[in-house]
């Protein structure tokens, strides 16, 4: 009888391993899915659609959404060539059970609409957020952003100071009088840009470069995920050369305020950061006059995916600090 429920049970482990190779191999599409999935599910975000219109064009985006519905509001905004799946991480770590998340694929991005006759400066990303905003039924509320999702934040509260109650900027672009990064040193010396990847040894470079700890990701998820980055390519690098060339810098523009934005602002940034001068944090810091920095020792270009216990941490005592 025991002899017959061994040879049961290596039966059942043989056909469990037939199966994940099948799908490793076959439908790596499928364990990505099921891997962000279980993402989503530990960090208590359910997947969600809205549409909005903006510049005179209707848009149908895809966002995440959790925490309890009676708790305050905190609007998450990816950087380039990036999607709403960077917050999972700090939502799983406590954000989410305090606060009502929402991470939102910006136009272009993600499982949004991504036209590629549109226009994506800072200012017209901007307008969209404020539909967004409006969707959502959020009239107050606490806003978040990484890299360029940083650099619209700051320029959402510019131009919406009685909405935003506070700002958390990790690593924000736009500040333009910082040193240069070795990433605009690559671009300077006419480099290709490594932000973005051609093909799946372009994307191993990109994880090196904008993180120093990268988190662990399971060869099948890894492989979906630079598909979509190759199939983005053109549009992340457009893109990126219109917000460069057309959107003015949030520094100059922080700068030019008759009254100093008052808005409460943490301000995180990796020292080991790559793409964006951690010198930009002092710059921001004297230009916000209520705003305070946090430099993370040996983090890179995201925070929030390289130490999200600590990005969390860090967040909380600051909204704990709050009046």
Request: glycine share 6%; proline share 7%.
């Amino acid at each position: 009888m025991l002899l017959l429920i061994l040879k049961a049970v290596v039966a059942l482990l043989a056909l469990t391993v037939l199966v994940y190779a099948t799908l490793y191999f076959l439908a790596p599409a499928k364990i990505a899915d099921t891997a962000m999935s279980l993402e989503r599910m530990r960090a208590k975000l359910e997947r969600s659609e809205m549409d909005i219109t903006a510049d005179g064009r209707n848009w149908h985006l895809v966002y995440l959404e959790g925490g309890p519905a009676d708790a305050p509001p905190l609007l998450l905004l990816h950087g380039i060539g990036a999607d709403k799946d960077n917050w999972t991480k700090v939502a799983a770590s406590g954000l989410s059970q305090q606060y009502r998340v929402y991470a939102v694929d910006l136009p272009g991005f993600g499982e949004s609409d991504k036209p590629a006759d549109a226009r994506y400066r800072i200012s017209d990303q901007v307008a969209r957020v404020a539909e967004i905003a409006k969707e959502l039924g959020l009239s107050r509320f606490h806003l978040a952003g990484n890299s360029m999702g940083g650099w619209i934040s700051a320029a959402y509260a510019v131009g919406h100071p009685e909405q935003v109650l506070s700002l958390w900027l990790l690593n924000p672009a736009g500040v333009m009088s910082a040193e240069p990064s070795e990433m605009m040193k690559l671009i300077a010396a006419g480099m290709p840009l490594p932000l973005f990847a051609r093909s799946e040894q372009d994307f191993g470079r990109l994880l090196q470069f904008v993180m120093q700890k990268p988190p662990f990701i399971p060869a099948p998820v890894r492989a979906v995920l630079a598909r979509r980055q190759i199939a983005n390519f053109q549009l992340n690098e457009q893109i990126f050369e219109e917000i460069r060339e057309q959107s003015g810098a949030l520094d100059e523009t922080l700068a030019a305020l008759s009254t100093p934005l008052a808005t409460p602002t943490l301000i995180v940034w990796g020292d080991r950061d790559r793409v964006l001068h951690p010198s930009g944090a002092a710059i921001l810091n004297r230009l916000l006059p209520n705003s305070k920095v946090v430099m993370l020792t040996g983090i890179g270009h995201l925070p929030m995916l390289e130490a999200p216990g600590r990005a969390t941490a860090d967040y909380l005592a600051f909204r704990a600090a709050l009046p």
